[in-house]
């Protein structure tokens, strides 16, 4: 099996599955005690939280560990809009649920939600956002990067923006980190996202890097672990793995190049056989590739590709057990027919040059047999 | 909680732990701290003709913090006239130890031990010298 | 006899958290390195084998409490499953009524959750506990109300080991149409449980008590009658809703392997436990003014609580090192206040000071124990010819009415 699904998740590096695995079966203490085993697995946990803490150019105290991206996401939208009375959210509508439906919930608490527009390049619209900021201020919510197209959004001039109308910004940050370098304090946020398992970390392990002076409300009640911010033993071999994998994602930011070349070569491939490439135009991460050809339907493709041995995606990994198209493409404008033909192609650490001719040539062949004009061909 | 490398020697080896016969001529007790708080600290001194304390025992009924700041100044208020047992302050005791700031109250107890083992030998042989004393007693 | 050696330091936590059993970290390996597949993906194999591991996983969870795999929601622990349970359900029916039971000994996740819903407008009520540390059913009973939507009572304590009538309360609740949540966190694989009897609507779960990895836990949600709950964890929509966030395979895989060898071996290692709960025990009760906190027999084997009077806690731990043990919970054991467990006990606050707590397991010797026994014996002597306490009560003077100076 040929592995072209980074985005939705990653395997463990070699060498973050090394730093973890002592802490199974020998550094094993609750990180709450205070005897001899409790304390190595603390003197684990405030390394690691230093290591996060210099890879984004923060203090340790600014990082709170969590259980992954989708925590990360509830407890900065929960936690952040519980600072204010109940006022504006700015979402853009191509967040990832994990954002989407607890900006949701907040609506029903009595806040008022809008969306800003995002155009067919996939990239949200600065001026409809500082339109919508005019009015009244609040919180705003915008990714990095896209998880379903790449697209890196303007964050810091978002963050700027809300600095000017005094609004908290949050963005998520789980599909950029490990693909573009990312700076805490040169984004400008309140506070960023990330989740371990996207950069060849464990699952089930994230944080939420939050700004000095804000004063988070807790979404886990009972402990102060987290000082206060999170309840909950710490899952110390996940947050030893996560540090290490977020240490190497930045040593190992070179290897987008190759990806970006990997990705470009598809595209030219799938340009050739007549599909369209979403958000091409737009500022992207290098690894991810989304497209479709008209008339052919992307989960169908999907399941050739997979008995052939390569597995791609056909939309977010969270969603695509719904059947409904994407909601990031129907934001950007794109029609029913051609969003659900989309494929997700996201390239990794493992992918090698031959693996996109592969990949192409077998593509060729199931669009094929799936009837598509070959007078594309 | 991490200690010190002077309150785990002299929690490891604690110096003049004991009691002396309360009812000994020179001897008074200082008894401070209270079980329900978690500490409770007794500290003896013998005072000799002189006015000096030629020697303390103490007995503590707390963390390690307690009890080396209790036997620091067992050795501290040896050799001392009872004034100048008096000028012993807490936050020396702190320093020495290097206590952290949760801590602290233990050094404050050291202190009112002091205080109160003075106080109770003040009480005990006010007005009459001990020198009066030893006169009587020959 | 000559005694065996023993590495030191020598755990007796195994109720503050307990290793990945060897067995548990090896089935977890392959799916960070080589099954790394998200569960969620359904367009590939790698998705559909991490999906498979994980509904393996959650049969074995179901099998161990006897329930059914579709009431399994996973969480990342059983601190998650509690605020999941507790908030999820008393959001939801707030419309039916807005007051809750729990008791007073429970641990914290239950207990700040309910002072989280209190300030949310909530009524919450406080159960106490009788001496035993067991709640009296006529209390519990005397304190439900017509607005009454959810009472929590955890199955065991996690400072003293004892065991509620979980069935018994189950059965008061579900005549009055009351939710009972279960925080059974502490109860998997040291006690029975079986929920086609016991009338309980939501129970949580953690891997990490019982030899699986720390960041995984579980909550049960009855199907029949069927519990409604609001959702805490907003997101993809995974856990049919309930809790959204990426399933971490591994991890779901060691809580079912963990789990699994739980049902497999639980009869027989308790029975290794009660041996050397007893040795220690036995070792122990025979130092002078030592009292055992909760009910003797009402309690699990791995958990011995003990007060050692006129000794503090601190320096008693301190002084026995080599072992690691606790003093009341290992989540409020940084801050100097005595445990609110052994409080609600109506221990005094000495002897809440002086408690350790010994919790015994899967990987306990028994030269450990008596090297333990030795240690503290030893220790608690040495400790007491230093105390003032000590001498006093050796010299006939009742405590209770010394006038402490204030402080």
Redesign the interface.
């Known amino acids: 099996?040929i592995?072209f699904?980074y985005n939705?998740?990653?395997?463990?590096d070699?060498a973050v599955?090394e730093a973890?695995s002592p802490f199974?079966?020998?550094i094993?203490?609750?990180a709450?005690?205070?005897?001899?085993?409790?304390r190595r697995a603390r003197a684990a946990l405030d390394e690691a939280r230093h290591k996060v803490a210099m890879v984004f150019n923060v203090h340790p105290k600014q990082v709170v560990f969590t259980?992954?991206?989708?925590?990360s996401?509830?407890l900065a939208l929960k936690g952040l809009s519980a600072l204010l009375p109940a006022s504006q959210l700015i979402v853009s509508p191509i967040e990832?649920?994990?954002?989407r439906?607890?900006a949701h919930?907040l609506a029903w608490a009595g806040w008022k939600l809008l969306m800003p527009r995002v155009n067919e390049a996939g990239l949200v619209d600065l001026e409809d956002l500082e339109r919508m900021l005019k009015q009244k201020s609040g919180l705003i919510s915008v990714m990095l990067a896209n998880n379903e197209t790449g697209v890196l959004q303007p964050v810091s001039e978002i963050a700027r923006l809300g600095k000017k109308f005094g609004a908290f910004v949050h963005t998520d940050a789980v599909q950029a980190f490990g693909k573009i370098s990312v700076d805490f304090n040169s984004l400008g946020v309140d506070a960023l996202s990330i989740?371990g398992?996207k950069i060849y970390g464990?699952?089930?392990?994230g944080a939420l890097i939050v700004r000095e002076g804000i004063d988070l409300m807790p979404?886990?009640?009972?402990?102060?672990?987290e000082r206060g911010l999170r309840?909950?033993?710490?899952?110390?071999?996940?947050i030893v793995g996560f540090a290490e994998a977020s240490k190497l994602a930045v040593e190992n930011l070179s290897l987008t190049n190759r990806l970006g070349e990997y990705r470009d070569q598809l595209e030219n491939g799938v340009l050739a056989l007549g599909g369209q490439i979403f958000g091409k135009g737009s500022p992207r991460v290098a690894n991810t590739s989304y497209f479709a050809f008209e008339g052919i339907d992307g989960?169908k493709l999907?399941?050739r590709?997979?008995d052939f041995g390569?597995?791609?995606?056909?939309g977010?990994?969270?969603?695509?057990?719904k059947t409904e198209p994407s909601s990031v493409l129907g934001a950007m404008g794109i029609s029913e027919s051609l969003a659900r033909g989309a494929i997700r192609v996201s390239f990794g650490k493992q992918n090698i040059k031959s693996d996109v001719e592969k990949l192409l040539s077998v593509m060729t062949q199931c669009l094929l047999t799936m009837g598509m004009d070959t007078a594309c061909i | 909680m991490a200690y010190s490398d002077k309150v785990l020697q002299h929690y490891e080896n604690p110096r003049n732990v004991g009691s002396f016969d309360k009812n000994e001529q020179g001897v008074a007790t200082g008894m401070v701290g209270a079980p329900a708080c978690g500490d409770v600290m007794k500290l003896q001194i013998k005072v000799n003709t002189d006015g000096v304390i030629e020697d303390a025992r103490f007995k503590t009924y707390g963390c390690g913090s307690a009890i080396a700041s209790s036997s620091l100044v067992t050795e501290w208020i040896k050799g001392k006239t009872l004034d100048e047992a008096m000028t012993i302050r807490n936050t020396e005791i702190a320093e020495e130890l290097a206590l952290p700031p949760v801590k602290i109250h233990c050094s404050i107890l050291a202190e009112d031990a002091i205080k109160a083992a003075i106080e109770d030998y003040r009480s005990k042989y006010d007005g009459q010298s001990l020198l009066s004393a030893k006169a009587n007693n020959e | 006899m000559e005694q065996k050696a023993v590495n030191l330091p020598i755990y007796l936590d195994y109720s503050a958290t307990t290793p990945v059993d060897p067995r548990v970290a090896e089935k977890m390996v392959p799916y960070l390195t080589e099954f790394f597949g998200n569960p969620a993906s359904r367009s590939h194999a790698y998705g559909w084998t991490a999906e498979k591991a994980v509904e393996n996983a959650r049969n074995e969870v179901a099998a161990l409490v006897k329930c059914d795999s579709r009431e399994i929601i996973w969480t990342s622990g059983a601190t998650e499953s509690n605020n999941l349970a507790i908030k999820g359900a008393a959001h939801f029916h707030k419309g039916k009524g807005r007051h809750l039971i729990t008791q007073k000994t429970e641990h914290k996740a239950v207990l700040d959750t309910m002072r989280e819903l209190e300030r949310e407008g909530y009524e919450v009520t406080y159960l106490d506990v009788e001496k035993n540390g067991l709640v009296s059913l006529d209390v519990f009973r005397a304190a439900l109300r017509s607005d009454t939507i959810l009472a929590s009572i955890m199955m065991v304590n996690n400072e003293i080991g004892v065991i509620q009538p979980i069935a018994e309360l189950g059965e008061i609740c579900r005549t009055k149409g009351v939710l009972f949540h279960v925080d059974a966190a502490q109860a998997t694989g040291k006690v029975n449980i079986d929920l086609q009897l016991m009338q309980v609507d939501l129970m949580s779960f953690s891997a990490h008590k019982t030899y699986g990895p720390k960041g995984i836990g579980a909550l049960y949600v009855r199907r029949k009658p069927r519990v409604r709950l609001e959702g805490q964890m907003h997101g993809g929509g995974h856990e049919r809703g309930l809790r959204s966030g990426t399933l971490a395979t591994h991890q779901i895989v060691g809580m079912g392997e963990a789990f699994r060898l739980a049902r497999e071996e639980m009869n027989s290692e308790n029975e290794r436990i009660r041996y050397l709960r007893d040795r220690l025990l036995d070792g122990l009760t025979q130092i002078e003014e030592t009292y055992v906190n909760g009910d003797l027999v009402k309690r699990v084997p791995h958990n011995i609580n003990i007060s050692f009077n006129f000794v503090e806690g601190e320096s008693l731990i301190m002084a026995i090192k080599e072992l690691a043990v606790s003093s009341g919970s290992a989540c409020t054991s940084a801050s100097l206040e005595p445990s609110y467990v052994l409080r609600a006990l109506g221990r005094n606050d000495e002897l809440a000071h002086s408690s350790i707590r010994f919790s015994i397991g899967r990987f306990t010797t028994e030269a450990e124990i008596d090297f333990a026994i030795d240690l503290i014996r030893k220790k608690i002597n040495r400790l007491r010819e230093m105390s003032p306490l000590w001498e006093m009560f050796k010299d006939g003077v009742d405590l209770d009415k010394v006038q402490w100076a204030a402080h």
């Not at chain 1, 309840?231 to 996940?238: F, K, L, Q, S």
């Open positions: 099996m592995y699904d939705a998740t990653t395997p463990v070699e599955f973890m199974f079966c020998q094993y203490g609750n709450s005690s205070l005897h001899q085993s409790g259980s992954g991206g989708t925590e996401n509830n990832h649920a994990s954002v439906v607890p919930e989740a398992h464990p699952k089930g392990v979404v886990l009640t009972g402990g102060s672990q309840a909950g033993t710490e899952n110390v071999a996940a989960p999907a399941s590709l997979n390569f597995c791609v995606a056909t977010s990994a969270c969603s695509s057990g």
